[in-house]
């Protein structure tokens, strides 16, 4: 109760900062770079490569904005931030715009004053075992010890899971995904559990991926998404149609190859209203009428950009799975460009 | 006298006996085993216990590291090439390697000038710690600290040459005024600093840094093992005079100076460094406006500062108390004032007897400004931790990365550790 009250506090202090400054997106124009809040490094979702250049999944939203907003997607200064640091870089206004795989929940939205413009990445907790142990599903895994980490949500979504099913476990308490890992090969536990996208890059690294098989139950939500400060509607807004842009992209057919033909020669109506050729879309946004083409051909469209950096063919091999669009029976969906 | 002998003692040689060799259990490699490893049953079941883990250890390192993989793309590559050999994957090293030394931010085409001010900083610190050295190389370790910033940082040659006139002029004054009264000669000397600093600061160009000879690199850019030896160097040198000078205000009659340092010392020990860096980070930020405010860099110098400085002033404050109670009489029976009897007879006995603790505080605070990566800044252990092992080439490397860091921690650390004993032998603060 104390923390949350102080935390509270400090958001209330940050907000009264944030509002004496003008509209974000006036700030970020007139800067003439986007300040965008990553994590200090998380595999397939945000790293620096070996050239220093940062690459991944949140990278390209962030990366996205800029293009839209600024005309220039190198035009982003990112501002590494730890889980601790996160929220109070965002609320100080250090940071524009946090892109860190961060999971919407009601108290992060509601007590922290945040707006979370939407979901990139459906993550949820999943399990890994060693195909050995000839597991198949996570309802077999009564009295298995478990390699979890202390102190997260996982931990009590672990419990939860195992109480609702009437079965038993042994956890085995770890710091870190790296601890988690090594604990795991060791075979101190006979299954790991984090989240599945986690898991899946964890395996990624094994000697033998073939040797380690992820169960199908997925016990928790986890939606991932970009998120901003209470208050300044007009940035979330940005923000959030700059997403929706390219989740849009995607059920329209447009891509980063063929967004300058779509632009002239598409018939389709929201394909030309997305990209500018029609109506005033980014007039309303405050931004000119090429700012969903530019984020587009800089990044590609949200499938492009999942293919790209964690999807099937990267080595971290996730697969769409709730990441689908909706035509194809995920839950990745834009309400309409009109 | 040799003839007498040879007739009366007939049985006495006449020529020296040629020279043997000791028993072979009483010389040599054998006698030296036999003293040393093997004395006694158990001395002897020791040693080759400790062999054995020597043995073991080794074994199990040495083709490790020796079948190592130096050139690959990433750790699958590595893995290929091993072909299920064991062996470390120390490709990661070559490739990451400028981004361990200098952070993945630092323009490429910069790298010399940090290299540039790291071998100063030998030039610089020689003459301080080896005081055989003629003492004019002094001047060169006085501007280096400005030559350094200008290198690592850049941007106008103004700023730091501004630095220099500022505190060479506070020097100057100090100089005049210290003959009539310490307390006079020292304010007068922060104050004529000031003074310069502010007026310099209208004359130099907002935008003088444009076309500087030096491109800028702000600090955010700086990470890697460049930054633990820049924090590491900043705050030690800057925490000894701040922490002598907490140690006498502890000692001072005045109550004021005295309480202010008490409690400043007791705060600071009395919280972890890592909540003082989150507060560095994280909460000073609440307290300025987003565009004003104070490099990050800067703030986690202040915040290493404060809490080495509350420790060695510790320290001192005990060779202060070890000094026998004739010394500070007879300083003051020889008619000295205070800041006179500070600085020629106390301090540098109470200094003398407080160099093992001042070094061991020097090693501690270096290691510590590893914690530095909590608060996203990318040292090199952030380095590691964060972009590198994060890369999906790269996830899953450890062992080869932190020994990696950690043989470049020990090498310093090791290396101040050994230059304190030169300096307790060639003090001998034991008065043997």
């Known amino acids: 109760m104390k923390k949350s009250v102080f935390l509270g506090a400090l958001t209330v202090a940050g907000l009264a900062a944030g509002a004496a400054a003008a509209g974000t997106l006036d700030d970020v124009k007139a800067r003439g770079t986007l300040n965008c809040g990553v994590t200090t490094g998380l595999v397939g979702f945000a790293a620096p490569d070996a050239n220093g250049e940062w690459k991944g999944f949140d990278v390209s939203v962030c990366r996205a904005v800029a293009a839209a907003v600024l005309g220039d997607a190198t035009a982003v200064e990112f501002v590494p931030t730890t889980g601790k640091t996160r929220f109070t870089a965002l609320a100080s206004g250090e940071i524009d715009m946090l892109a860190r795989n961060t999971t919407w929940t009601f108290s992060r939205d509601v007590d922290l004053k945040f707006t979370f413009v939407g979901v990139n990445y459906y993550d949820g907790q999943g399990f890994m075992v060693p195909k050995a142990l000839g597991v198949s599903s996570a309802k077999e895994l009564d009295g298995a010890t478990v390699c979890v980490q202390t102190g997260t949500t996982t931990e009590l979504n672990l419990a939860d899971f195992f109480r609702a099913n009437n079965i038993s476990y042994d956890p085995v308490p770890i710091e870190t995904n790296a601890e988690g890992q090594q604990q795991y090969l060791a075979g101190a536990c006979d299954t790991y559990t984090t989240d599945a996208s986690g898991l899946a890059a964890t395996r990624a690294t094994f000697e033998n991926p073939g040797e380690h098989a992820l169960l199908p139950e997925i016990i928790s939500k986890e939606p991932l998404g970009p998120l901003v400060r209470h208050g300044d509607d007009e940035w979330g807004d940005v923000v959030r149609w700059t997403l929706n842009a390219l989740i849009t992209a995607e059920e329209l057919g447009v891509t980063s190859a063929n967004v300058n033909e779509m632009a002239s020669g598409s018939t389709n109506p929201e394909v030309k209203r997305l990209l500018g050729t029609e109506g005033t879309l980014g007039e309303m946004l405050g931004l000119d009428a090429d700012w969903a083409m530019r984020a587009i051909s800089s990044q590609g469209n949200y499938g492009e950009i999942f293919a790209t950096t964690i999807g099937e063919e990267t080595p971290i091999a996730l697969s769409r799975g709730l990441n689908a669009q909706w035509t194809n029976g995920g839950l990745i969906y834009s309400p309409p460009f009109r | ?432």
């Open chain 2, 1 to 432: 006298m040799s003839d007498t002998h040879a007739h009366t003692v007939s049985f006495v040689r006449t020529e020296t006996l040629p020279e043997r060799e000791p028993p072979y259990a009483a010389s040599g490699p054998v006698k030296w085993m036999r003293e040393n490893l093997f004395a006694t049953p158990a001395n002897g079941l020791l040693t080759l216990v400790a062999l054995y883990v020597i043995y073991v250890a080794l074994s199990g390192v040495l083709p490790w590291i020796f079948n190592g993989v130096w050139n690959a793309g990433s750790l699958t590559e590595c893995r290929e090439i091993l072909d299920g050999t064991r062996g470390a994957c120390f490709a990661v090293l070559s490739e990451r390697w400028p981004q361990l030394i200098f952070g993945f931010k630092y323009p490429p085409e910069y790298y010399w000038r940090p290299t540039v001010a790291f071998l100063l900083l030998f030039v610089a610190v020689a003459p301080v710690l080896f005081f055989d050295l003629p003492r004019k190389l002094l001047a060169f370790t006085a501007v280096y600290p400005f030559i350094a910033f200008w290198l690592i940082w850049g941007g106008t040659v103004l700023s730091p040459v501004l630095a220099f006139v500022g505190v060479a002029g506070g020097a100057m004054v100090y100089q005049k005024l210290v003959n009539r009264s310490f307390a006079a000669g020292f304010f007068g000397g922060i104050v004529a600093a000031y003074v310069i600093w502010k007026i310099g600061g209208f004359l130099i160009p907002e935008t003088a840094s444009d076309n500087a000879m030096l491109g800028a690199v702000p600090s955010r850019d700086l990470g890697g093992f460049m930054l633990n030896m820049m924090l590491g160097v900043t705050c030690v040198t800057l925490s000894v005079p701040i922490g002598i000078a907490l140690a006498l205000g502890r000692q001072s009659s005045m109550p004021l100076i005295k309480w202010i340092c008490v409690v400043f010392i007791e705060f600071i020990r009395g919280v972890p460094l890592i909540t003082l860096l989150f507060v560095a980070s994280v909460m000073l930020a609440y307290f300025f406006p987003p565009e004003s405010s104070v490099d990050l860099f800067l703030r986690v110098v202040i915040m290493i500062t404060m809490f080495s400085a509350a420790y060695i002033a510790e320290v001192i404050r005990g060779g202060l108390a070890a000094l026998p109670k004739g010394q500070y009489e007879g300083a003051d029976s020889l008619g000295l004032d205070y800041a006179q009897a500070t600085r020629l007879i106390i301090l540098p006995q109470a200094l003398k007897i407080s160099i093992p603790g001042i070094v061991n505080i020097a090693v501690g605070l270096f290691k510590d400004t590893t914690l530095v990566s909590v608060i996203s800044m990318f040292d090199i252990l952030g380095m590691i931790r964060g972009p590198i092992l994060a890369s999906t080439e790269w996830n899953g490397v450890y062992w080869e990365l932190l020994g990696f860091a950690a043989l470049l921690f020990f090498v310093v650390c090791y290396g101040i550790s050994q230059y304190s004993q030169w300096l307790e032998r060639r003090l001998a603060t034991d008065h043997r």
